[in-house]
């Protein structure tokens, strides 16, 4: 299956859906009666903390390995990522017994490299303030005959992704709004496509911290923008820039794309773990974060909020919540 720009289709999330299924979970979504009743919304988590390597990656990796053929799968797979993708590519080239080569920032969480390794892959690692991970990718990959699977920029990736929304709708189809994390767009691209199919009167809502607000920018200009890569505690969502194939999605599918800062992320952190019991990284508590930001906006609507993961270390999450502790 070859695509066309911006030719992602309900019909290829729903081919990736029946294609990965042995491969993933099918993650809860769960009710906050005590948010309900703050916000005056009805909200609907989607759980990606409790998906295989503990985020939603696991899909659009899944869908993009099984796609290969016996020649690129004895090659082998390449890719760059601060961590949940690189989990997830690591387990499912495993699975299929390809070997598997992961580009990390060399600031990558201590436990998400662990876990890449644990995976099986090989770690390279490189300078995200300083590197351009893209060409390094690149390189690597023509030296070693590698075959490329970008955390986003692919439309088996978005395809994926799009999972997440396609089992949210089948578990509650009368959504208003969706808030969807938004870094390099792969999943944002295919929720949308879900979502403005099956519910076309759903907003769709992109969130981003405001050190990374490339994406709102770019929604904005009606171009793609491209800023320094930014330090923000959601790593997962520090890209600096939409690909070219997200973008086009986003510009054609998304309603808007909010802000949230990094107290605020912390304090939706915080909720999720003190009043739901789950545990979210940065990334994985931005929606949230937005919601409780914005609560006026959602007020008397039925609102989906992808959880989007939950890999940070216990350390590192006892100092985010801390607030009389330094960041490190």
């Not at 503990?54 to 659009?60: D, L, V």
């Not at 505690?233 to 973008?247: H, R």
């Amino acid at each position: 299956m070859t695509f066309g720009t911006a030719d992602l289709t309900l019909r290829h999330v729903q081919d990736a859906a029946t294609r990965i299924r042995p491969s993933i979970t099918r993650t809860p979504v769960v009710t906050s009666r005590a948010l309900n009743a703050r916000l005056g919304a009805d909200v609907f988590f989607k759980c990606e903390n409790f998906q295989r390597t503990g985020a939603f990656k696991m899909r659009g990796a899944s869908n993009a390995a099984a796609r290969l053929s016996f020649e690129e799968r004895a090659r082998g797979v390449i890719s760059y990522s601060s961590g949940n993708h690189a989990q997830a590519l690591a387990l499912a080239a495993s699975s299929l017994g390809m070997p598997a080569v992961i580009l990390m920032p060399l600031d990558a969480p201590p436990s998400k490299i662990a876990a890449t390794l644990g995976y099986g892959a090989e770690v390279v690692h490189y300078d995200r303030y300083q590197d351009d991970r893209f060409k390094l990718c690149a390189d690597l990959a023509a030296r070693r005959g590698l075959v490329e699977i970008p955390p986003c920029e692919h439309f088996d990736v978005m395809a994926g992704q799009g999972t997440v929304a396609l089992e949210l709708l089948e578990d509650v189809p009368d959504l208003d709004a969706l808030l969807v994390q938004v870094g390099g767009g792969g999943l944002i691209s295919g929720c949308a496509t879900v979502a403005k199919a099956l519910r076309p009167s759903c907003d769709v809502v992109g969130v981003e911290p405001c050190e990374s607000d490339d994406a709102k920018r770019s929604l904005a200009a009606g171009t793609r923008i491209t800023i320094p890569m930014p330090v923000t505690i959601a790593d997962g969502q520090a890209s600096g820039s939409l690909g070219e194939k997200t973008f086009c999605v986003i510009q054609r599918l998304v309603d808007d794309i909010l802000l949230v800062d990094e107290a605020q992320i912390k304090d939706a952190m915080r909720f999720l773990f003190e009043r739901m019991k789950l545990v979210a990284e940065p990334s994985g508590a931005t929606t949230l974060a937005a919601l409780m930001t914005h609560a006026a906006r959602f007020r008397g609507k039925r609102v989906g909020v992808v959880i989007s993961g939950g890999n940070i270390a216990i350390e590192r999450f006892v100092a985010l919540l801390d607030c009389g502790a330094k960041e490190q």
